[in-house]
């Protein structure tokens, strides 16, 4: 059984590999690359990220869940969640993946897949499994429990991204119906956004928030972190071209082109607005480039990427304020506005920037020949709607179900104490 493969090739939306299979040893090499850039961005670049964020007596707590769901995942995906994403899922395919290749059943070392040792291709997708739910985190940063939060990210991964991940890359409906998504915008980061917000609404707000300053404890690390990101993203995007081509080039010209154009328009409104730009803005405008290319980044060209980056920084910075300020719900480490919204602003803008008729800012066409901007855009549009409701829903059935059986917050003299302490009985610094 021939896995269905990620999209390599434009005109050819994540097809069945019909030619025989032959290893390519230069696509291999790169996959192996761009699958440690991948993991690099969670371990350590995601936990330094977050960890400068929160106030020092949680820092250990959001490096231990990072962690904790990098090693939780990685065995959820080799025992059923690769093949329930990727399989052929016979009549119920449209929907959700067989489990022929449960525990990696029927892959050794050399089957091969398109180009790739099929065994490559299921741990590079690993690392796209393990992020997301560790995205999460940034939404209930400094009052979840440990155990409520991993038994949560095992169920989540299960029950939103393996299904989303499928419908998208594994031949499921939203694939036939030519949905571009070429690294994550709804498999990634809508599914993570809308639970960040679903997680944060569920477990209500930090105690003393919004009146309390809770200021990040950090920033040296957090920038790091980000510089982690940013190097790790072109794993992230480069290597979902699944070959060491053009496309995977032209994927990280047009990631490095959003990420610098989202930094400095955040710094900039920043500016504007408060007058001083800060360390945290141009981390968070970078992050917000990031996410927001990363559905459109094989499809559109460095023009249209450039504005789909200043899309991005003007966007999600009057989202981040919307959400605390207007909203009042504590998001911990603004993980809708950033990666939510992002992504859904990113699945849109990849189905106008793919048109070949925008000069400088033109792309490189349409998943369906008869279709034009109007209808894939309509497609786009069609596949956010559907994962944001479908994540919402499960994600708070899932936070309710665990709650039944386990606390999902620490109390509150936990809470001030800090879960550091609370939780894992160690101190990050002890000076």
Not at 32 to 58: C, D, E, Q
Request: net charge neutral.
């Amino acid at each position: 059984m021939k896995i269905i493969y990620r999209v390599a090739a434009l005109t050819a939306l994540m097809p069945s590999v019909a030619c025989a299979d032959t290893l390519d040893k230069s696509d291999t090499a790169w996959i192996i690359a761009a699958t440690a850039l991948v993991l690099f961005m969670t371990l350590p670049g995601l936990s330094l990220f977050y960890g400068g964020l929160v106030r020092a007596k949680n820092v250990l707590s959001v490096l231990m869940q990072c962690f904790a769901i990098a090693c939780a995942v990685s065995l959820v995906w080799l025992i059923a969640g690769y093949s329930l994403a990727f399989a052929d899922g016979g009549a119920a395919n449209a929907w959700i993946g067989g489990l022929q290749h449960a525990f990696f059943a029927g892959i050794d070392r050399d089957t091969v897949s398109g180009t790739l040792p099929q065994s490559l291709h299921g741990l590079f997708q690993m690392t796209f499994a393990i992020i997301t739910p560790a995205l999460i985190v940034g939404a209930f940063a400094e009052r979840m429990r440990f155990g409520a939060m991993l038994a949560f990210s095992v169920l989540w991964v299960l029950g939103v991204y393996v299904p989303v991940c499928h419908w998208v890359w594994g031949g499921g409906w939203l694939a036939e119906l030519g949905l571009y998504d070429f690294a994550g915008g709804t498999v990634v980061h809508i599914t993570a956004g809308v639970a960040a917000l679903v997680a944060a609404m569920v477990l209500g707000r930090r105690k003393d928030w919004p009146g309390q300053a809770m200021k990040p404890h950090n920033m040296t690390m957090t920038v790091m972190g980000a510089g982690m990101l940013w190097v790790g993203w072109f794993g992230f995007n480069g290597g979902s071209a699944l070959a060491a081509d053009g496309n995977a080039a032209m994927a990280m010209l047009v990631t490095h082109i959003s990420a610098a154009a989202g930094s400095l328009v955040w710094i900039t409104l920043e500016y504007v607005k408060f007058g001083k730009p800060s360390a945290l803005g141009i981390a968070t405008g970078m992050v917000a480039g990031l996410g927001t290319i990363t559905p459109a980044s094989g499809f559109v060209g460095p023009g249209g990427a450039l504005i789909i980056g200043l899309a991005a920084g003007v966007v999600c910075f009057y989202m981040v304020l919307v959400v605390k300020q207007k909203w009042r719900i504590d998001d911990s480490l603004d993980v809708f506005p950033v990666h939510g919204i992002g992504g859904m602003l990113g699945m849109v803008l990849a189905g106008v920037f793919a048109s070949t008729g925008l000069g400088v800012f033109s792309g490189y066409g349409f998943a369906k020949p008869e279709y034009g901007m109007l209808e894939q855009v309509g497609v786009q549009l069609l596949g956010v709607v559907v994962t944001l409701v479908y994540t919402a829903a499960i994600t708070w059935l899932l936070l309710k179900l665990v709650g039944l059986f386990t606390p999902l917050r620490v109390s509150a003299e936990e809470e001030s104490q800090g879960l550091d302490i609370a939780l894992h009985e160690e101190r990050g610094y002890d000076l």
